[in-house]
């Protein structure tokens, strides 16, 4: 596994972290990745295509920055869309389900140890705090 | 000053923040204004040019999102340069300058109640929890 700042304290990077060039990096759908901690919360890339799962985070808030892409997210009164040079905060409870119509690239954040299909589970869950 | 979603629990707001036409509503450098909230974390844009003070933050990391120019943070030992497209975590107690040789948008995110100056303070503070 990557070394990476946080683990390290107060130990700063030598470089920025470059969206294009992590998001190079991953070829899979669904797959977040993270790229950055601040405190006890991550930075995650990932990209995503088609249709997801609803769920919820029952602790937590959810950061999604769209990097490339439109990303709708679906809720059970209604959806937003979310362009490049947007983001949406999901308050903790609220079920969601995230639709990209053609591949979305987006930033998450939230805290370490979210999983990405929250209370819901199964098949869709893919493997946490993996660097890259 | 407004009401923003994470005052209201589980409420989801209408609409993705669009960092650019938020960005239009502020005219002055080096006034973070905040955007969102994630659980304890605000989202905060700003506009910096030219030079700032060398300041640090006992208690938290500190993360900057370019949106448009060039920013260089300046260390005792060394500077990075973070473009549009990159991120940067300064860690918590390490020392740091940002500097815009030409205007600046960025996205701060770090915890409520950090000020702009840190531990610096000085006529450089700005005003805090300001809302756009």
Chains 1, 2 share one sequence.
Request: aromatic share 8%.
């Amino acid at each position: 596994m990557p070394t990476h700042q946080s683990a390290v304290s107060a130990q700063r990077a030598p470089h920025p972290i470059n969206f294009g060039q992590k998001l190079s990096l991953i070829a899979d759908h669904w797959q977040p990745r993270v790229v950055a901690e601040m405190n006890d919360y991550q930075f995650k890339l990932v990209r995503i295509a088609g249709d997801f799962v609803m769920h919820s985070h029952a602790d937590t808030d959810e950061t999604f920055i769209v990097l490339h892409g439109q990303l709708r997210i679906d809720f059970h009164d209604g959806h937003v869309l979310v362009n490049p040079g947007e983001m949406y905060v999901v308050p903790k409870g609220v079920e969601h389900k995230p639709y990209a119509a053609q591949e979305v690239q987006m930033l998450l954040i939230e805290p370490r140890g979210v999983v990405n299909t929250g209370d819901q589970g199964g098949e869709r869950t893919a493997p946490n705090d993996v660097w890259i």
